[in-house]
């Protein structure tokens, strides 16, 4: 089934998902496709197409209701249960994700952290024990963990990536400025700051031009 | 002229930027669009139609100079002059931006840190003395800068965002768990671990069913 249906309609839904909850803390109960494009600032039409994908959604003329579709997204997207997560490198980015209060009431429990400086492993971290890198692959095989976080220095980022595709983890969210390749079967979202400063500031320097021609 | 080029085409430019000097460090002068492709993981008739939205690039045959398309990628991106950034918002996460190694390299300086509460005001991060939130829109006028970024929580943020566009910022990194509404002349990337998390437990969720079925 998700064969068909293309990435960016998969990293609409939580933002869809995410308006739909505020809506619903404003108690309103049911919402037009143009109400619900306001709040997520995404077109009408184009909410209703993705949505489309995922079978029939509200009544013509009465709209979408919050409750039903926030639950159905939350489904579709796999929320609906908990899942454990391992983090690799416990620098300071490390340590701000391990503290980052929005993970665990998404259903995103950090269980176990790892980090190859001797220095930082053994210490406690928000009441998670930092473990040696070494023991990364043996865990992340006896919890059948399917997540990890990577927040290592680029140049130790492919090789680790590697290793825990190897043990099974199917999903990484890569902190290190690179951009790995990984098999199809895995999903990898790259966070990375610097290339988000560089796509705007392209803009910013066309201004510019602007303003001198 | 920016207008006619889709903003995909544009998140791909520090992508290939990042390959090409790879390529550099390894010495290497010339390169195909095949080559440039696998180290950037976009087809090669990809990167040749991006590309074709700034100009003729590379040569029959020989393929493309690597020093001289990262040099007009660089400036085609805006990079190559330095950009002052400010940072609103230094708890864990703000801290952790303050000291992240990889900005300074690439031409974006922070050069000033504001949070609302007092106990950090005044304290000194990454030989930064962090101002009160007070002074942000008065900074922002009085050295013109262009870039923030935002480490607030995502309640603060919608209305600091406003004031910031009003100071005169026109690119902004955010780190709230918010997709705020800004002007069209004004950027924004959003940097939200957990809508990341969220796009990739589709496809578990996904793989667990047709294990089932």
New interface residues.
């Given amino acids: 089934?998700?064969l068909d249906i293309p990435?960016v309609v998969?990293?609409r839904?939580?933002?869809y998902?995410?308006s739909l909850r505020a809506l619903k803390n404003r108690n309103i109960a049911l919402v037009s496709s143009a109400d619900l494009g306001i709040e997520?600032?995404v077109t009408p039409a184009q909410i209703r197409k993705d949505l489309s994908y995922f079978g029939k959604f509200g009544k013509q003329g009465q709209g979408y209701n919050v409750k039903a579709l926030a639950d159905d997204l939350t489904r579709?997207?796999?929320?609906d249960?908990s899942?454990p997560?391992i983090l690799a490198g416990v620098g300071?980015?490390g340590?701000?994700?391990l503290?980052?209060p929005?993970?665990t009431p998404?259903g995103?429990f950090i269980v176990s952290a790892f980090d190859s400086d001797p220095v930082i492993v053994g210490t406690d971290v928000a009441e998670i024990t930092i473990r040696p890198v070494e023991q990364i692959n043996e865990y992340i095989k006896e919890n059948n963990i399917?997540?990890a976080?990577l927040a290592v220095p680029g140049e130790s980022a492919s090789d680790l990536i590697d290793q825990l595709v190897q043990s099974g983890i199917?999903?990484i969210?890569n902190y290190a400025?690179i951009?790995p390749?990984v098999p199809d079967?895995v999903?990898i979202?790259n966070?990375d700051?610097?290339?988000?400063?560089?796509?705007?500031?392209?803009?910013?320097?066309?201004?510019?031009l602007n303003t001198n021609s």
């Avoid at 700051?193 to 510019?208: A, E, G, N, R």
């Fill in positions: 089934m998700s990435d998969i990293e839904l939580p933002q998902l995410r997520s600032g579709i997207l796999g929320l249960q899942w997560v300071r980015l340590k701000a994700i503290t980052y929005d993970f998404e995103f399917r997540i976080i199917r999903a969210l400025p951009t390749k079967n999903q979202q966070i700051p610097v290339h988000s400063l560089q796509t705007m500031t392209f803009h910013l320097s066309d201004i510019t």
